[in-house]
């Protein structure tokens, strides 16, 4: 089979004109939610968003309104923890908007997606693996504050009664240890959604510039 | 041309009709930002082509065959000849295998596209658009031939 000797019957190869009826087919298409991976990534950042607003407000305004408000301290911490998450959601929302330019070259388009969607993921996994040692080290110092140790209670006491840098390094030491496993399993989950992806968005751009 | 670049890059019509969607979205949600600076058609052919190739997960083969009543008209391919149809079965199943950036070289150069505009649409200098076609010519005539030995 030659190609040139194809291109005739693949020249001629038309659809059937479009009729009134395929007009509105092709309507009842722009209608519809984009399919594509960039678009259910975008659904599933305003997921998360919902999901953290729904969280993040009612217990907020728990830690308000509640206690006669002995407690707004928290509240404010609470509402220091949704800034950042506004941060955080303001660049992923920012990336996935760079990530793709359907209108460039096929090459410059696929080496934007195959730099966009790593950052993404080096943002993903950091973000990822700092925010469980944050939080654990913002409730720890809640506890610290709020609830001062009382005589009573063994282990508290000792600690109250220990160096602050030995107590930090009990709390820092497990703290440490659980970040590398978090670290490792976001690689590994990051790698699971995103990898295969960016992969074959590599070998693409290999083979494009390959002679 | 949109319904070639599905028909190339996807083997069901299932798989078909979802990459026409997302090209046609694309299209519409892109036109706004088309300054002119390139042809329309060269344009045309850059949505397309990078919807098609961007979005690898569409590539997988589904296994459920669809009821011909669902294919909206649009899809419902032209009947040629039996020999020109059967060239173009040949075609298509040679297609499948070649990789996605080949799919689109073939698919600009059935077009009768210059390497002047495969460049614009691709970004692959002519140099190499060119040793790429040669060796794509080479790869189609040798998956030919398995083809016909195998058949026989």
Redesign the interface.
């Known amino acids: ?3 040139d ?3 005739y ?3 001629t ?4 004109p ?2 009134e ?2 007009h509105r ?2 309507l009842a ?2 209608q ?1 939610r ?4 960039l678009a259910k990534m975008r659904r599933n950042l305003y997921m998360e968003v919902a999901l953290i607003i729904a969280l993040y407000i009612p217990s907020i305004l728990l830690y308000f309104l509640l206690f006669q408000g002995r407690l707004a301290g928290i509240g404010w911490l609470f509402f220091g923890i949704l800034l950042l998450f506004t941060g955080y959601f303001y660049r992923k929302n920012r990336l996935l908007k760079e990530m ?11 080496q934007r ?1 195959v730099r966009t969607l790593t950052k993404y993921t080096r943002f993903y996994i950091l973000t990822g693996t700092l925010l469980i040692p944050f939080m654990a080290l913002c409730s720890y110092l809640i506890v610290r504050w709020k609830y001062p140790p009382a005589p009573g209670a063994a282990l508290f006491h000792q600690l109250s009664r220990s160096p602050w840098w030995q107590n930090s390094l009990f709390l820092l030491i497990p703290l440490a240890l659980i970040t590398v496993g978090i670290y490792y399993a976001n690689v590994w989950y990051v790698g699971k959604l995103y990898g295969r ?1 960016i992969k ?2 590599q070998d ?1 751009l290999r ?2 510039d390959g ?1 | 041309m949109l ?2 670049v599905c028909r190339l890059y996807c083997y069901d019509e299932h798989d078909r009709q ?1 990459l ?3 090209i ?3 299209l ?1 949600r ?1 036109y706004p ?2 300054r002119g600076e390139s042809k329309f058609s060269t ?1 045309l052919y ?2 397309a ?3 098609a ?5 569409r590539q997988k083969r589904r296994t459920t065959p669809l009821d011909p009543d669902q294919i ?7 009947r ?1 000849g039996a020999e ?1 149809e059967d ?2 079965q ?2 298509y199943a ?1 297609i499948e295998r070649l ?3 080949e799919k ?1 070289l ?1 698919m600009l ?4 596209k210059s390497y002047d505009e495969m460049e ?5 200098n002519q140099n ?1 658009l060119r ?1 790429k076609m040669n060796r ?2 080479e790869k ?2 040798k998956i ?1 031939k398995e083809a016909a030995y195998g058949t026989r």
């Open positions: 089979m030659e190609l000797s194809l291109k019957i693949w020249q190869l038309e659809v059937p479009t009729g009826d395929n087919q092709i298409l722009i519809k984009s399919a594509g991976p793709q330019c359907v209108g460039c070259r096929v090459r410059s388009n696929l997606q992806h074959k968005l693409l083979e494009m002679d | 319904h070639k979802d026409f969607q997302e046609i979205v694309q519409w892109s930002g088309f344009w850059r949505i082509l990078n919807t190739i961007s979005d690898l997960r909206p008209t649009y899809f419902q391919d032209i040629y020109e060239q173009l040949q075609l040679a990789t996605e950036v689109a073939v150069y059935l077009e009768d614009e649409i691709l970004g692959i190499n040793v794509i010519k189609l005539r030919t």
